[in-house]
């Protein structure tokens, strides 16, 4: 079994920031494509951000693009989300996920495990 862990989520005030962390154990980490998500109670998970294996492609959602950055360490087995400017709409649970291929994907079915989340709840 693959266990996934994010950290670094909390409180924090509109134009804030906050960086997120997840470690994935396991050399399997190091091919492949990596992805953060978000859901809100009673609304469907959406995508976030991913990253390919050796980082050289990155894709972001049209409404965090050019506020948050998503990297990865793979001598660490660690992928970070960087968020900046952070709004009330961003509040949410953060998924990371690891990805079956190397390239970067953005839908659900496209990741074969997940974390149990990190809480964001940015205040007006």
């Known amino acids: 079994q693959v266990q996934l862990e994010e950290s670094g989520g909390g409180l924090v005030q509109a134009g804030g920031s906050l960086r997120l962390s997840c470690t994935a154990p396991?050399?399997?980490?190091?091919?492949?494509?990596m992805g953060w998500f978000r859901q809100t109670p009673g609304k469907e998970r959406e995508f976030v951000a991913s990253?390919?294996?050796?980082?050289?492609?990155?894709f972001y959602s049209d409404s965090v693009k050019g506020r948050f950055t998503v990297s990865r360490d793979n001598a660490e087995n660690t992928l970070y989300l960087q968020m900046n400017s952070l709004k009330p709409e961003d509040t949410a649970l953060y998924y990371c996920?690891?990805?079956?291929?190397?390239?970067?994907?953005?839908?659900?079915?496209?990741?074969?495990?997940w974390g149990q989340g990190t809480q964001v709840t940015v205040s007006s």
């Open positions: 396991g050399p399997v980490f190091k091919t492949r494509a």
């Open positions: 990253i390919g294996s050796n980082a050289a492609k990155l």
């Open positions: 996920a690891r990805s079956v291929a190397g390239e970067i994907r953005f839908q659900e079915r496209d990741y074969d495990y």
